[in-house]
């Protein structure tokens, strides 16, 4: 099983940005991808995470209704959509994969691990 986040790069505030993360290897007909993010001097924390089988997803409070995931299953990629970005944030963000939405929940607690990609919010 292979996970490849991509897509973070520096953004201003109140600026938008799409992760991806591109997934193979992964034969199971239920599984779930997350993205969790981990800021710097703090923990690994989760995002979001959506169903591979019904498409059904599960979002942290903090995020305030700013970040939508998504997927594409032609393409087995999973977006972040990011909106109105804030300083905070700024981490690596990185993209897991578990046997069902059930189990996205602690990063270290995931199957599958891709590596991470940084966004960055500043002005």
């Known amino acids: 099983v292979q996970l490849q986040a991509s897509g973070g790069g520096l953004v201003q505030p109140d600026g938008s940005l799409t992760l991806s993360c591109a997934a193979s290897g992964l034969t199971s007909d239920e599984y779930a991808i997350g993205w969790f993010r981990q800021a710097p001097g703090k923990e690994r924390q989760r995002v979001s995470c959506i169903s591979s089988s019904d498409g059904d997803t599960n979002y942290v409070d903090f995020l305030e209704g700013r970040f939508t995931i998504s997927r594409d299953d032609d393409k087995n990629t999973v977006y972040l959509q990011m909106n109105n970005l804030k300083p905070e944030d700024t981490a690596v963000y990185f993209c897991?994969?578990?046997?069902?939405?059930?189990?996205?929940?602690?990063?270290?607690?995931?199957?599958?691990y891709g590596k991470g990609t940084l966004v960055t919010v500043s002005s």
């Open positions: 897991a994969a578990a046997d069902s939405l059930q189990s996205c929940r602690l990063y270290y607690g995931m199957d599958y």
